[in-house]
């Protein structure tokens, strides 16, 4: 089965970045879009980036939008996220997940879509 695991969380200054990874140590993802999403306590998951199979299409929520970049190494079967500029207003559990279908046409902000899930890693941001 896909094991997605994600790292590089962790308190940071308001203003800092972190780089965040998720690497698949079971199924290959490298023909699946994968997304990022987060959730914050007492509020519910909400998407953040995705990216195509191919690295040729991604998408922001718009909070992040100018601040976050989401990439992709599929020979290292491994999806990041770029945090810059990060704001108290970020912080969250973050978590990686892998769009359920080898091909939709589009990049899902729906986390429903999405069927395998790290563990998530915490961002805190300090101000």
């Known amino acids: 089965q896909v094991q997605l695991v994600e790292s590089g969380g962790g308190l940071v200054q308001a203003g800092g970045s972190l780089r965040l990874s998720c690497a698949d140590s079971?199924?290959?993802?490298?023909?699946?879009?994968m997304g990022w999403f987060r959730q914050a306590p007492g509020k519910e998951r909400e998407f953040v980036a995705a990216?195509?199979?191919?690295?040729?299409?991604?998408d922001y929520a718009d909070p992040v939008k100018g601040r976050f970049t989401i990439s992709r190494d599929n020979a290292k079967n491994t999806v990041y996220l770029q945090m810059n500029s990060l704001k108290p207003e970020d912080t969250a559990v973050y978590y990686c997940?892998?769009?359920?279908?080898?091909?939709?046409?589009?990049?899902?902000?729906?986390?429903?879509?999405?069927?395998?899930w790290g563990q998530g890693t915490q961002v805190t941001v300090s101000s």
């Open positions: 990216i195509s199979w191919n690295s040729g299409r991604t």
């Open positions: 079971g199924r290959s993802v490298s023909t699946y879009a």
């Open positions: 997940a892998k769009d359920r279908y080898v091909y939709r046409g589009y990049l899902s902000p729906t986390a429903r879509e999405y069927d395998y």
